[in-house]
């Protein structure tokens, strides 16, 4: 069996949930209004048949009936998770737009095989993975199954196979307004969208060819190729993800149907290659959209992808990092501890600036009211030394108890680690987490009323959010402000692949709002001294095109460092085969001639340290 998750148990209460409702509600019944309901015995033989259920829209023209006697060759068994099989008609009609296959929920584990030719009778249903309010698309069902048999070892229907050429490089077509934005009515045409090509072949048995991986290996056995390998690549082999329009249509997520304690699921890197044929039914889920359940796996073969080193600043550079260390507490391995600290001094070779984010408290996820995170910090800083790098000094603000969002219990906050050797620390008391810090005229120049001190903490813009961290260095003689950011998640958005085109991204929101205070701190300082040295750093959550990035940038106060980097190495971060950006170094206008590194030591690989990829900027204040 595969491993227990989370995931797969919130996809089975789901699925048992709107069953046990009787049938889908929400917006996929809404969309179905508007569709034809015809006969169930609408085939020129009068039976009904798969491609009937399915129809020429992503909703089923006999949502709700009952279907009886439905022919078809299973392709597919899967006894965990959202347990049934799918089936296929051998005998396709002439339209393209209507998938031959169909998915089956029993249950419990179906008794039926592969190569079965078999007869279904149930109630046609409309699954919403993730629930209606995430905005899915749906998957058509048949439910409340009755299933017999007709006879075992029948040759499989020939499988599509999904290549380069196949998928169009159109993403999506756009929502019909009188919808709400959504798909669901409109006539496929595979043809011209990539999403109406896949919804055509939704059940249906598919294989790929050798494909280049571009999501690595989850801790939920699955993985993500791309069948279009020249789309949009990385140069280690991942799919950048580059704009709003640009959804790299080659994608795919492979799952295996053969349980796991049969047969381990392959480990693979971005940039290794699933060879051989992969086959199996195309499936659809709330992680990940258009899925190949495979009966039949391909070999990873690795490509060798390396960790990256940054190279060492010079003396006259400072080098100041942001890192998402992922959740941080004491109770973590101290194999994790030591692994964060290598990279610290190795990969990033031991930057003179840290801004670390997801420090928890002392003890983690335990809700006690504990807030300190002295240990987290120490045990991390004493790994950092043990590694052979410098003796960190640190600097923070302890957030209210479970006013930060985050894992529940943990408090999670940004801290400052520096090097005392290379740089100083500018202690200004006061900082506490309701307290603003301000910018204000000093010695000829900015500074800051409170260091460290948070950013505009009772703005609303930081709700259930993590609050900027603002501190002031001093280099080489040269003042050094730094504002260390954990901007809101964006739980709560619609997926790429939603029913709602373009999808509903109701995050930004509170993104926008957290840029734009950001920004006017930002304009406060450079109005008190304008050429004063600004970094803003850290998990902005957002890319690099972004309105996020746009608020954090108006009026050329900040400039997005990474774009200074080739469009195939802006990335921090790996979602569904897609590497992006969500981790930021900006600068202010006196900042120029620096040097940027985005260094990729997590977010490609399937055994991470964090699933952030550090940043590092180094320049001669």
Known sequence: MPSASSRTTAVTAVVTAALAAGLLTGAATTSASASPTPSPSSSADGQVRIHDIQGPTRISPLLSQQV??????????????????????????????????????????????????????????????????????????????????????????APVTITERSVPSRYAPAGDPAAGGSINALPLDPSRYALDYYESLEGMNVRIGTSRVVGATDPY??????????????????????????QNTGRLQIQSLVPLAEQPFPTADVGDVLSGTTEGPLDFNQFGGYTLTARTLGKVTAKGLGRETTRKQHADELAVATYNVENLDPGDPQEKFDALAAAVVRNLAAPDIVALEEIQDNNGAKDDGTVSAEQT??????????????????????????????????????????????????????????????AVRAGGGAALTLSPGRIDPANTAWTNSRKPLAGEFSFRGRTV?????????????????????????????????????????????????????????????????????????????????????????????????????????????????????????????????????????????
């Not at 140069?235 to 640009?246: I, L």
């Not at 410098?390 to 801290?415: L, M």
């Not at 006061?430 to 810090?437: F, N, P, V, Y």
Request: proline share 6%.
């Open 377 to 438: 910090v120490k045990k991390f800083t004493d790994a950092v030394v043990a590694a052979g790098g410098p003796a960190y000094e640190w600097r923070s603000i302890d957030p209210e108890d479970k006013k930060d969002g985050g894992e529940p219990g943990g408090n999670i906050r940004q801290v400052f680690l520096f090097n005392p050797k290379r740089v100083s620390f500018t202690d200004r008391a006061g900082g506490d987490a309701t307290t603003a810090t301000d």
């Open 481 to 621: 402000f730094v504002v260390a950011n954990h901007f809101a998640s964006k739980g709560g958005d619609e997926s790429i692949v939603s029913q709602h085109q373009p999808p509903t991204r109701s995050s930004e929101v509170q993104r926008h709002a957290q840029g734009k205070a950001v920004n006017t701190f930002v304009k406060k300082l450079l109005s008190v001294q304008k050429n004063a040295d600004v970094l803003v750093v850290g998990d902005i959550n957002d890319f690099e095109f972004s309105g996020t990035t746009e608020a954090l940038t108006a009026g050329g106060v900040l400039y997005p460092a990474i774009k200074s980097l080739p469009r195939a190495e802006r990335y921090s971060y790996v979602y569904q085969g897609n590497t992006q950006v969500l981790d930021q170094i900006l600068t202010s206008p006196s900042i120029h001639g620096f040097s940027y590194d985005s260094v990729h030591i997590n977010a490609e690989f399937a055994a991470q340290n964090s699933d952030h990829d550090p940043q590092v900027l180094r320049f001669r204040p």
């Open 68 to 157: 009886n006697g439905v022919p078809g060759i299973v392709t597919g068994v899967r006894t965990f998770g959202s347990k049934g099989f799918w089936f296929q008609d051998p005998n396709a009609d002439a339209d393209p737009a209507t998938s031959e296959g169909i998915f089956v929920f029993t249950s419990s584990a179906p008794t039926v095989a592969v190569g079965d030719a078999v007869a279904v009778s149930g109630t046609v249903a409309e699954f919403v993975p993730g629930g209606a309010s995430s905005g899915n698309q749906s998957l058509t069902q048949i439910s409340k199954p009755v299933v017999t048999v007709v006879s075992s070892g029948n040759p499989l229907p």
């Open 221 to 246: 056995a699955e993985l993500w190729v791309t069948v279009k390998p020249h789309e949009n690549a990385s140069h280690r082999g991942g799919t950048v993800y580059g704009s709003y329009t640009a």
